[in-house]
């Protein structure tokens, strides 16, 4: 049955996207109705708009930009600006026009006399939702500002190991770029120079050098061919990658990966350890930032697992014990669980073992940082070598035959 995203409005107000599987749109639109939603849009889940960077609804904003709102937000409302003022302020300095217009809902709704928290609750996807319950937890202790300083260094610190571990990954990207591009560069303009030259050359060619002469005139020939292949199957890989199943097959890949896969599975848990902790020291109750936690971690697979470990707790299982029981946390950090747990000190814990996964993927970066450049740069040259040997490798022989 296809699948629909459609932006819909409710009876009090909100505004949402959800997704909706249909037998058609027109079919949607009607039960929709039916059940009182206004339906302001609907459209076919993976489309041109769903595969293509920058298209598409339902677009979180950026974590810098966010991270700068909140920044600002915080400081207009410490210094006694009301919060109808404050984002009336912040919303007339947004750029970005999605977020604009989010916040010019926003602040609409507030004047209309929901809280703060119930009217970014309202715009779907745009903004997390630990955010909301973040600033709930402010409206009910009456310190906004507080809270949104601790959202603020939560998302510093997400945003800081994030940078680390997308600047391990560009290094080894750039030296495979250009290893592809050297590669190509020999294949597609040095190796037909010589096909030339060998025409005439009035001997048997290596087998090496026959070889690298049929891969150079097929890429040659196939060239506008396999582009459009490639562009094909980068579409179809994204669609793939945008389905629960392709999400999830990625998201095991990732963690499974030799090497780097430690640190994207140090990354998870950091995250979630780091989120659940926040909203626990926000005064949050545990099963629902269990939930919240779980969904924010970014991995499918143990997003499912630690939305089990919140039933369990749920049914009156320990939080040490679920947790040992997903295999995804150390001793270390069961330990120091079970030690929060039984002091009334859990948050506090919960931050020490973000702080320790952290620092063990900082040391782990370190380690294939030292490791990657020989490696690239010996599997490169390899390559190069290879296809030198072949060119030459006939001149060589020419050469020792006419010597002897």
Not at 286 to 300: E, F, I, K, P
Not at 327 to 349: P, W
Request: charged share 20%.
């Amino acid at each position: 049955m296809p699948e629909f995203i459609a932006k819909i409005g409710t009876s009090d107000g909100t505004v949402m996207e959800r997704s909706f599987t249909a037998d058609s749109e027109e079919a949607l639109r009607n039960d929709l109705q039916g059940k009182d939603y206004l339906v302001f849009k609907v459209r076919k889940k993976g489309g041109v708009a769903d595969l293509l960077p920058g298209f598409g609804a339902g677009r979180s904003v950026k974590m810098k930009e966010f991270l700068l709102f909140n920044q600002e937000l915080a400081a207009l409302i410490k210094a006694g600006l009301p919060i109808i003022a404050s984002l009336e302020i912040l919303t007339e300095r947004r750029k970005n026009q999605a977020f604009r217009k989010a916040l010019m809902d926003v602040r609409d709704k507030v004047r209309g006399g929901a809280s703060l928290s119930e009217a970014f609750q309202g715009q779907g996807e745009m903004f997390p939702a630990i955010y909301s319950a973040t600033l709930a937890s402010g409206e009910r202790s009456g310190e906004i500002a507080s809270v949104l300083l601790r959202y603020i260094t939560y998302q510093k610190t997400i945003l800081a190991l994030k940078r680390k571990v997308t600047t391990a990954l560009i290094y080894p990207a750039i030296l495979f770029v250009l290893m592809i591009g050297l590669i190509a560069i020999l294949i597609t303009w040095v190796v037909p120079k010589f096909t030339e030259f060998y025409k005439d050359f009035g001997a048997d060619l290596p087998l090496l050098t026959r070889a690298l002469i049929g891969v150079s005139a097929f890429v040659t020939q196939k060239a506008v061919f396999m582009a459009a292949l490639l562009a094909l199957a980068a579409i179809l890989f994204r669609a793939w990658t945008r389905t629960a199943a392709g999400r999830l097959a990625i998201d095991r890949f990732l963690v499974r990966v030799p090497v780097i896969g430690g640190v994207f599975h140090r990354f998870a848990v950091s995250r979630f350890t780091r989120t659940l902790g926040t909203l626990i020291a926000g005064g949050i109750p545990a099963v629902t930032a269990l939930l919240m936690s779980a969904r924010a971690v970014g991995n499918l697979e143990f997003e499912a697992k630690l939305i089990d470990v919140e039933r369990k707790v749920r049914e009156g299982s320990s939080l040490w014990e679920a947790l040992e029981a997903t295999g995804l946390f150390n001793d270390i950090a069961i330990e120091m669980t079970r030690v929060g747990e039984s002091t009334g000190s859990l948050h506090d814990m919960l931050a020490n073992i973000s702080d320790f996964y952290d620092e063990e993927i900082e040391a782990r970066i370190n380690t294939i940082m030292v490791f990657i450049e020989p490696v690239m740069l010996v599997v490169m040259g390899s390559f190069v070598v290879l296809i030198m040997l072949a060119i030459y490798l006939p001149l060589l022989r020419s050469y020792a035959q006419s010597t002897y």
